[in-house]
Nanobody, 121 residues
Framework: QVQLVESGGGLVQAGDSLRLSCAAS????????MGWFRQAPGKQRELVAT???????NDADSVKGRFTISRDNAKNTVYLQMKSLKPEDTAVYYC???????????????WGQGTQVTVSS
């Protein structure tokens, strides 16, 4: 069982930067693909970025060039560096740990409780 705890959310202004952290415990962190998701009020949860156990990353088109996912396996932590934030980035951000079961499919096994990011205009 893996426990995930996000931190680093808050209220910022448009154009600001913020770094989210997700600390993992209770499992073999380095073996998991990690992801950041977000859910805005009234909208479905969307995948923001993923990073494989080997460090390969993938970003949603809406955040390309602005958000960077990274991981530190020694610290069992995954990060989401966000810059040039926009009001439409406002959402609850969740981290998740999963495993790739198919070339196009990751099964997300564990979820954090989420951290609120609010971007004012």
């Amino acid at each position: 069982q893996v426990q995930l705890v996000e931190s680093g959310g808050g209220l910022v202004q448009a154009g600001d930067s913020l770094r989210l952290s997700c600390a993992a415990s209770g499992g073999t962190f380095s073996s998991y693909t990690m992801g950041w998701f977000r859910q805005a009020p009234g909208k479905q949860r969307e995948l923001v970025a993923t990073i494989t156990s080997g460090g390969g990353t993938n970003d949603a088109d809406s955040v390309k060039g602005r958000f960077t996912i990274s991981r530190d396996n020694a610290k069992n932590t995954v990060y989401l560096q966000m810059k040039s934030l926009k009001p439409e980035d406002t959402a609850v951000y969740y981290c998740a740990a999963g495993q790739r079961v198919h070339v196009d499919t990751i099964l997300w096994h564990y979820w954090g409780q989420g951290t609120q990011v609010t971007v004012s205009s």
